[in-house]
């Protein structure tokens, strides 16, 4: 990347003062000798954001999860950035830009498609006594403040993109390099601030393959009841990342062991090897990123424990309404959008009619459907209703009963054209109830066979 300061990777610094010099990374731990950060992987909008940050002399670094995939060398999703500038003067430096967020807010800079995160410094809020749990976090601090305030040590680190240098206040190096989940502060306390951090903490554990602490574990089982307080959005948000991430069966074991699945989604409890493997399965489709196309996939797996069971017991001619009456409460409950919702539900009643052979006029119409196609790839990473031997034989059966369907997708009819309304002529009043003057006869009207005789002319009405 051209716009990159430096020729080299820079060797990452753990000085616990970010203004002094950096530090020579000893000889004698060669684990963390190997993490370094490529730049050329650097997106070039967040260093024009830092740069022009540093010219109006605000503080700017990447952190959290961009910095922790950089050096475990790779491709970071998302580029956020940590200043000194507040959000009104991060918002006058940037057109295009907007703040949001009530909770915690920081300003969001748009580059086409892409957004970047920017907030502030911040530090530990005042919290109650009787109850810990933060709902208000805008309270500005400094740098090394906002580091100690952040959840996971892996998490709490900065690159200064200008002096090419990695800034740990935290500890966050040592964990990467033995791949350790470790809380910066007591995890209990951590925890009962934000109950999502469990989530958070299973979701990076089953990714990236490293290991929860001892108190970090204690403290998630603890107090993982505590998610009932999580936002029901927020809480969506964390499941539908879990489901689509590297390591998601991994993931899901992690939640089930911290007895995380209980007070958000018990109907997947206990977690059996068929849904374990779905999930797998469901890791290729996704490739590790959520789409809002995939979505209502990511709806339609959470939801499927639930449906599987009504679908095994219910008799065919009740199965559309016994799956919506069974996943519909439950999807209200995880505030899952109606559109994702209707296309789980849809693709989840057609498993049913998928586990048998295609015959006759249900099946034609199954495949005419617009959702038959993302019903067939749920069967596929779902697996069948009722395993059998012939299973790969009715798949393959209705893949090419899709193809020869009559005519495909059944066409709408046409919309008849509304015949329009002839004008009014011109010296016509529609709103008066008044006789219109005779209008003269068509010449193309037809003669009539005995036309009435011709009226002798007023003589006196004559001018000569």
Not at 59 to 68: E, F, P, T
Not at 222 to 240: I, T
Not at 270 to 285: Q, S, V
Not at 299 to 305: D, G, K, N, V
Request: proline content about 9%.
């Amino acid at each position: 990347m051209t716009s990159h300061p430096g020729p080299s990777a820079p060797t990452p610094d753990s000085t616990p003062d970010p203004d002094s010099a950096d530090q020579e990374t000893p000889e004698s731990d060669p684990p963390r000798a190997r993490l370094q950060i490529n730049p050329d992987r650097i997106l070039d909008d967040a260093v024009k954001v830092i740069r022009r940050l540093h010219r109006h002399g605000h503080k700017a670094y990447l952190v959290g999860g961009c910095v922790r995939d950089l050096l475990l060398n790779e491709i970071p999703k998302d580029f956020d950035i940590a200043t000194g500038a507040r959000p009104r003067q991060v918002r006058r430096l940037f057109r295009n830009s907007q703040i949001i967020g009530r909770r915690f807010r920081l300003v969001h800079i748009r580059f086409g498609d892409r957004v970047l995160d920017v907030a502030t410094f911040r530090r530990t809020p005042p919290k109650d006594e009787d109850d810990p749990y933060v709902r208000q976090d805008n309270a500005f601090g400094t740098e090394r403040e906002d580091a100690f305030r952040r959840d996971f040590t892996i998490n709490g680190l900065f690159y200064d993109v200008i002096n090419n240098r990695v800034i740990d206040h935290v500890g966050g190096l040592e964990d990467l390099a033995i791949k350790r989940m470790r809380t910066i502060g007591p995890a209990e306390e951590r925890i009962q601030e934000d109950p999502v951090r469990v989530l958070r903490a299973a979701r990076f554990a089953g990714r990236l393959g490293f290991t929860l602490s001892e108190d970090l574990a204690a403290a998630a089982r603890k107090f993982a009841d505590d998610l009932r307080k999580g936002a029901p959005p927020r809480v969506l948000e964390e499941l539908y990342r879990l489901v689509t991430t590297r390591g998601a069966r991994h993931c899901f074991v992690h939640l089930e062991g911290m007895g995380a699945l209980e007070p958000i989604l018990p109907e997947v409890r206990p977690l059996d090897d068929w849904y374990l493997e779905a999930l797998e399965r469901g890791e290729d489709f996704f490739g590790g990123r959520r789409e809002v196309e995939t979505q209502w996939m990511a709806a339609a797996i959470m939801l499927a424990p639930a449906a599987f069971d009504v679908m095994r017991t219910c008799d065919r001619k009740d199965l559309d309404l016994a799956v919506a009456d069974t996943i519909g409460p439950l999807a209200h409950r995880l505030t899952i959008a109606r559109r994702d919702s209707t296309r789980a539900r849809l693709c989840l009643a057609a498993q049913a009619r998928l586990a048998e052979l295609p015959d006759g006029r249900p099946a034609r119409r199954l495949a005419q459907r617009d959702f038959f196609r993302d019903a067939i790839t749920l069967r596929r990473i779902l697996g069948p209703l009722f395993p059998s031997e012939q299973d790969a034989e009715v798949l393959a059966a209705w893949e090419e009963f899709g193809k020869d369907a009559a005519g495909g997708p059944r066409k709408r009819p046409k919309k008849r054209r509304r015949r329009r309304k002839r004008p009014l002529h011109p010296d016509a009043t529609p709103s008066t109830n008044q006789e219109c003057e005779p209008t003269s006869p068509s010449s193309s009207a037809p003669v009539p066979k005995n036309p009435p005789a011709a009226s002798p002319p007023d003589s006196s009405n004559d001018d000569s």
